[in-house]
């Protein structure tokens, strides 16, 4: 496609399960983010994968939150055992590079609901 | 956490007329950018100013970068219906935070036809 896929658009799970969330980043962009959004915190760093590089994770709420990145392709979010406070659109981003970083290409969102 | 601070929260125009966003931030940047949101999903990109730039266009936005007040402003012109959304300032510190950008909490614009 031609831009930066995420599925599902929505998901709505119960407190403790385990969830996984994917993006489909634009062909050819070696740089992968993903950010949340919630009322209470705005935009938030997650994670971030550079080609083959070790990703940075500092922006990981907690051990519950993973990611993955397989073929340097497509990524997926994992939540274990999800908190209320869980509940979030978690946005997906990719760039041609990071060391050229210019602007991100996000994705429409997963928007994740907690009950 | 949030990189600055972005004011007005909120911004209720007509339609022809100039809004301006502004945006603050707290530590060196390598750039800033402007990202525009509709209905609270993806994010859509419009403009990179890098820190040794002070001005920018593109289009109807203008866009300034004062780095010893270590802040930013957004102008859009003959504002138009369909500019309705959220408009977030972003930062970019480079070196070893390259690319992760750190938003702020962002200006929700309306433009009434």
């Known amino acids: 496609g031609a831009g930066v896929s995420q599925s599902p658009s929505n998901k709505v799970t119960e407190k403790g399960k385990d969830v996984e969330l994917r993006c489909d980043p634009i062909s050819g962009h070696t740089a992968l983010y993903w950010y949340r959004q919630s009322l209470g915190q705005g935009l938030e760093f997650l994670i971030y994968?550079?080609?083959?590089?070790?990703?940075?994770k500092s922006g990981l709420p907690s051990d519950r939150f993973s990611a993955e990145r397989t073929g340097g392709s497509v990524s997926t979010l994992t939540i274990q055992r999800t908190q209320q406070e869980d509940s979030a659109v978690y946005l997906c981003a990719s760039s041609f590079s990071q060391g050229l970083a210019g602007h991100q290409f996000f994705g429409p969102g997963t928007r994740l609901t907690v009950l | 956490s949030q990189q600055g601070e972005e004011d007005p929260q909120a911004l209720s125009i007509q339609e022809g007329e100039n809004a301006t966003m502004n945006c603050s931030y707290k530590t060196s940047i390598n750039n800033l950018q402007w990202y525009r949101q509709n209905s609270g999903r993806g994010l859509v990109h419009l403009i990179l100013i890098r820190s040794n730039e002070r001005e920018k266009h593109s289009g109807r936005l203008r866009v300034t970068l004062d780095t010893s007040k270590k802040s930013s402003s957004l102008l859009i012109t003959a504002s138009r219906a369909a500019d309705t959304a959220s408009y977030f300032c972003a930062t970019d510190a480079g070196g070893t935070s390259y690319g992760k950008l750190t938003f702020g909490q962002g200006t929700i614009l309306t433009v009434h036809p």
């Open positions: 994968f550079q080609g083959n590089s070790a990703p940075d």
